[in-house]
């Protein structure tokens, strides 16, 4: 008895958190004989859950446990990793908290597969052993290096506001740097971090809203670091690269880590400073899982770590914006074109004006010529004959957003969701035209009669980027003609190559989605146009004009990019109905200020964000009624509990807006509050109630999924 005693030592049991909607951890005893360490917070382990295996964090160590210690499992195996720093793990717990989400759900979804795939654990380190001896992998080529002594007046003043006293103190500082689209902020905030990178530990994360993005960024900063080992992460990197870019940083090897919003939650044991580029854009907002904002999370972080986070955007998001405005946030402004040009001239075209259009007797007037108003066809044709490219802007891919029958009315309807399929021509998703889903991704061939009347003749309604293309093609035969939407990026392994063809001036006239509106740095484009704007202008999300704006903005900042000071600065043309609607007059005048100072009055008056805070409660089910009664009744129970007061407002259920999505009927709950811990207090109330009679977020009784999300971005 007394020699056994002496030979057991204490227990050591850990608590595990998982990838599942659960609120707790579990325990698990440790062997440390067999796993060769001792446990540490942070700690990726394999443990048995249930009848599978699965892979947690440890998030505590002690020598007792609630449960029989005899019972408790035991972890099986530990990742050859160092643990998570403190620094990350406060951070998730702030995530998980805040955003209503367990602690597992939070942290497990940010780690790349390659560290989740256990079978793997054991050839991990000869792998890396295998990487480090291979030196010549393939390397990036710098190029755009602009030197502090090369900044213009306004950015060598920006630069000293960012170098400062303070900065050389380890404190929490937030500034904005608004400055017009080539303006040259990112050649300041460059030259910033290269003050930070002088100490030889230190590490950067450098945030942007799209993988799109990344390759010219990439070249930038070799350019200016061209000896330290930079990370990037985002979805379009392959699982084994994202997992040694993670590691990289995670070990601190990494200094630069350059990724889309996933890549606000890396690892970085000296992390010094923080930069969100176009930190009004709506991708930092994740959609799914833990539905986070990853520049909230990056400020939060910043302000956790004492260090600074600098936000840069031509048009700051309203919040942001505001927060300069008062002094929250230290504001540096940029106002002139780094390279003289001048902004591009707007002009909006009245669609409704019978002048701007072709009429029959028009020479050549054709069908396709209704694609583009008369005005526009002389300014792309005058364009073309300066030896200039154009970009012509629709947010729409695919052919048609319709197909329909004229005799019977019938319209392609998605069979599962509560929208059309979308017509795409041959050569588009495959070889055959098709009509797809953009909701489910449901694939149909195209009828050759109406399913409904047998009639043979079928119609397209409305008109996409194919459409668009062909009507081009069309009426300037003589023009190359580009077309950049997700398809044709697709079919080139990437937007890269499509991108690399308009820097190299392979092309006249490109036609696309948004996707070309954004940050790239084109040099010869002299006309931009913008085709179905008025869509988004009265939409029933109350930040859609706001987004329009900033949109139209940063497409009109791709024109004129490199002119000779004072010359021509480009040209952006707006097909409308409503000229005289706010976005449009403001940008007319291309006044960003004025534009977020009339949008903070309308939204101030009606107590919208940031005036106030809101969370949605999203509830899904086979039926919309049963899925508005679910949250009908929680409204209930919320008045009858006393959470519904003056200070918190709980509107009534509502369909979403895209109401049916694959076979699920979804509606919502908006909660308002003008405070925030009364909201945080009125969530967790929600979250624990629901949870109670649910299984995971799935309720028990009526099989309802439902999901909390903080700060929706859209309504
Ligand atoms: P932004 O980030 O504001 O869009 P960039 O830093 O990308 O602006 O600069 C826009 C263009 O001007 C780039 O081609 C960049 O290389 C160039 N540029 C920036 N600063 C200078 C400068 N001081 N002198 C010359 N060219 C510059
Ligand atoms: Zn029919
Ligand atoms: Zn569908």
């Keep these: 008895m007394q020699a056994q005693k002496q030979l057991s030592p204490k227990p050591i049991v850990v608590q595990v958190v998982l990838d599942k909607p659960l609120s707790q951890g579990f325990d698990y005893l440790w062997d440390a004989e067999k796993l060769g360490a001792l446990p540490e917070i942070g700690h990726l382990v394999e443990v048995p859950f249930g009848r599978a295996i699965s892979i947690g964090l440890v998030i505590k160590v002690s020598a007792h446990s609630d449960y029989e210690i005899d019972k408790l499992k035991q972890v099986r195996q530990l990742a050859p990793l160092p643990a998570l720093d403190p ?36 050839k991990i380190p000869n792998k890396l052993a295998v990487l480090e001896n291979k030196k010549n992998k393939p390397q990036i080529v710098g190029d755009g290096f602009i030197s502090e002594d090369q900044l213009n007046p306004d950015q060598k003043n920006a630069l000293k506001v960012l170098i400062n006293e303070a900065a050389n103190k380890k404190c929490f500082r937030v500034i904005l740097l608004q400055g017009q689209t080539g303006s040259g902020k990112t050649a300041v905030f460059l030259n910033w971090l290269s003050s930070i990178l002088v100490d030889p530990c230190a590490q950067i994360l450098l945030l942007v809203p799209e993988i799109n993005l990344t390759p010219q960024l990439e070249r930038r900063i070799k350019a200016y670091f061209p000896d330290k080992v930079m990370a990037v992460l985002h979805s379009g990197v392959s699982e084994k690269k994202r997992g040694i870019a993670w590691y990289e940083a995670m070990t601190g090897k990494a200094q630069i880590i350059l990724g889309t919003r996933l890549a606000a939650l890396t690892p970085m044991p000296n992390l010094r400073a923080v930069v969100v580029d176009e930190e ?19 400020i939060w972080r910043a302000h956790d770590q004492s260090i600074p986070i600098l936000l840069s955007s031509a048009t700051p998001s309203l919040e942001t914006w505001l927060a300069a405005k008062s002094g929250r946030y230290e504001y540096v402004r940029l106002d ?53 490219q ?24 998605c069979t ?11 050569g588009a998703l495959g070889k055959r035209s098709i009509l797809s889903c953009h909701h489910c991704g449901l694939v149909k061939p195209i009828p050759n009669f109406c399913p409904e009347c047998g009639n043979a003749d079928l119609k397209t309604l409305g008109h996409g980027t194919q459409k668009l293309e062909d009507a081009i ?19 080139n392994k990437g937007a890269e190559a499509l991108f690399q063809k308009i820097h190299d001036g392979n092309v006249d006239i490109v036609v696309g989605t948004q996707m070309i509106a954004k940050g790239h740095d084109y040099q010869n484009i002299g006309l931009v146009a913008v085709l179905d704007a008025d869509g988004r202008l009265y939409s029933a999300d109350f930040r859609a004009a706001e987004r329009l704006f900033a949109q139209l903005i940063q497409v009109a900042g791709r024109a004129g990019r490199a002119e000779v000071s004072g010359q021509n600065g480009g040209d952006i043309y707006i097909e409308t109905q409503y000229p005289e609607a706010a976005v449009y ?23 919208l964000p940031p005036f106030s805070y809101q969370a949605l409660v999203h509830a899904e089910a086979k039926n919309l009624d049963k899925a508005i009664q679910f949250l009908t009744e929680l409204k209930s129970s919320l008045k009858i509990k006393g959470v519904i007061t003056k200070q918190l407002k709980v509107y009534d259920p509502v369909p979403k807006t895209v109401m049916r999505v694959a076979g699920s009927e979804r509606a919502q709950l908006v909660i308002e509050s003008d405070n925030r811990k009364l909201l945080q207090e009125a969530l967790e109330a929600i979250d624990q109630q629901l949870r109670q009679d649910s299984q995971g977020r799935i309720s028990k009784a009526s099989r309802i999924r439902w999901l909390i999300e903080r700060d929706p971005i859209a309504i």
């Design 390 to 413: 154009c970009l012509i802007l629709i947010n729409r891919r695919g052919y048609a957003p319709v197909l329909s029958c004229s005799a019977c009315n019938w319209l392609s309807k």
């Design 336 to 388: 002139q074109r780094a390279q003289g040009a001048r902004l591009p001239r707007v002009h909006l075209i009245n669609t409704r004006d019978p002048q701007n259009q072709f009429s029959p007797g028009d020479v050549g007037a054709s069908k396709q010529k209704s694609l583009v108003s008369k005005t526009l066809a002389h300014a792309i044709s005058k364009n073309l004959a300066a030896k200039k």
């Design 473 to 491: 093609e069309e009426m300037w035969p003589e023009a190359r003609v580009l077309r950049v939407d997700t398809d044709s990026s697709k079919k």
């Design 87 to 122: 620094a990350l793990l406060r951070l998730m717990n702030f995530a998980s908290q805040y955003y209503i989400h367990s602690l597992g759900e939070t942290i497990l979804p940010s780690i790349p597969q390659m560290w989740k795939k256990t079978g793997e654990w054991e």
């Design 416 to 426: 599962h969701c509560s929208a059309y399929m979308v017509l795409h021509k041959a």
């Design 585 to 607: 007059q403001y940008l007319l005048r291309h006044d960003v200020d004025g534009f977020l100072a009339y949008t903070a009055n309308e939204r101030e008056e009606a107590k």
């Design 280 to 298: 009004h854009d709506s991708s930092y907002k994740q959609q799914e899982g833990t539905r986070y904002s990853a520049r909230d999370l990056a």
